[in-house]
């Protein structure tokens, strides 16, 4: 199943589902979390959403991390997560 993930502007989080096992979990990753690992926005990432896209395996993995170690949903991930 595909996951989307829609950006909240005014507080600059973007809001995603990752699938773990057959459950579906909602977390959060801040803007400058995604900056801190990944750096500023390249080219081919014109926005927070094509940021997430192109490193989705690993953010849902943190997901899946963050779950296995104890976290309730909605898990909200720190740059030390990533």
Same mark, same amino acid.
């Given at each position: 199943?595909?996951?989307?993930? =829609? =950006?909240? !502007?005014?507080?600059? #989080?973007?809001?995603?589902?990752?699938?773990? *096992?057959?459950? =579906? #979990?909602?977390?959060? #990753?801040?803007?400058?979390?995604?900056? $801190? @690992?990944? *750096? *500023?926005?390249?080219?081919?990432?014109?926005?927070? !959403?094509?940021?997430?896209? /192109?490193? +989705? /395996?690993e953010?849902?993995?943190? #997901?899946?991390?963050?779950?296995? $170690?104890?976290? @309730? +949903?909605?898990?909200? /991930? @720190?740059?030390?997560? /990533?």
């Amino acid at each position: 199943m595909p996951t989307t993930a =829609q =950006q909240h !502007e005014p507080n600059g #989080v973007l809001c995603f589902n990752t699938p773990i *096992g057959t459950d =579906q #979990v909602t977390a959060f #990753v801040s803007v400058s979390s995604l900056r $801190a @690992r990944y *750096g *500023g926005l390249a080219a081919a990432c014109d926005d927070l !959403e094509s940021m997430y896209c /192109l490193h +989705q /395996l690993e953010i849902n993995a943190a #997901v899946a991390r963050r779950i296995r $170690a104890g976290a @309730r +949903q909605p898990v909200v /991930l @720190r740059a030390s997560d /990533l």
